[in-house]
């Protein structure tokens, strides 16, 4: 399924009324995790900005011990601190990556602004090297307009 084909289907899985806001992202997640084959892990963190910590949010994909994040730590925390996008096309030529598991092969990391404040972000690990372009960017800001929305 094409991005295009999939901004309505994040729309409507946002906007129904009967779910919560975590059961929303879980399936939201589920969506583009089904849909996009090199979609492998993908779920979101949110920001306290007071510890100056991530917490990981609904996901799906494998599970991971890193549930906190320090600001400035792994692509997330660097995407906590930048307040922008960070696609990596191959984890092991980071020095600052905290690794998930050896099948993780690269990443992207989109932050999630509400009101103009980084709340949290939108990470994808895939078992590809290399798989991330300027539309999936595009996507996933598309994608986290629409979660703010939910805030």
Same mark, same amino acid.
């Given at each position: 399924?094409t991005f295009q084909e999939?901004?309505?289907?994040?729309?409507?899985?946002?906007?129904?009324?009967? %779910?919560?806001?975590?059961?929303?992202? *879980?399936?939201?997640?589920?969506?583009?995790? !089904? !849909?996009?084959?090199?979609?492998?892990?993908?779920?979101?963190?949110?920001?306290?900005?007071?510890?100056?910590?991530?917490?990981?949010?609904?996901?799906?994909?494998?599970?991971?011990?890193?549930?906190?994040?320090?600001?400035?730590?792994?692509?997330?925390?660097?995407?906590?601190?930048? #307040?922008?996008?960070?696609?990596?096309?191959?984890?092991?030529?980071? /020095? #600052?990556?905290?690794?998930?598991?050896? $099948?993780? *092969?690269?990443? +992207?990391? %989109?932050p999630l602004f509400v009101?103009?404040? !980084? +709340?949290?972000?939108?990470?994808?690990?895939?078992?590809? +090297? /290399?798989?991330? $372009? *300027?539309? /999936?960017?595009?996507?996933?800001?598309?994608? #986290?307009?629409?979660?703010? *929305?939910?805030?």
């Open positions: 399924m999939l901004q309505p289907k994040v729309i409507g899985l946002l906007s129904q009324s009967d %779910v919560s806001r975590d059961e929303k992202l *879980k399936n939201l997640c589920q969506l583009l995790s !089904n !849909n996009i084959s090199y979609y492998d892990w993908v779920g979101f963190y949110f920001a306290d900005h007071e510890t100056r910590t991530l917490h990981l949010g609904p996901y799906v994909g494998a599970e991971t011990d890193h549930t906190v994040i320090p600001f400035g730590k792994g692509i997330c925390g660097q995407v906590a601190v930048s #307040n922008e996008n960070f696609v990596v096309p191959d984890v092991s030529a980071q /020095d #600052n990556y905290i690794a998930c598991s050896f $099948t993780v *092969k690269s990443e +992207i990391v %989109v009101n103009g404040k !980084n +709340i949290g972000q939108i990470d994808i690990d895939s078992h590809v +090297i /290399d798989p991330f $372009t *300027k539309a /999936d960017e595009l996507f996933l800001e598309f994608v #986290n307009q629409e979660v703010a *929305k939910l805030f």
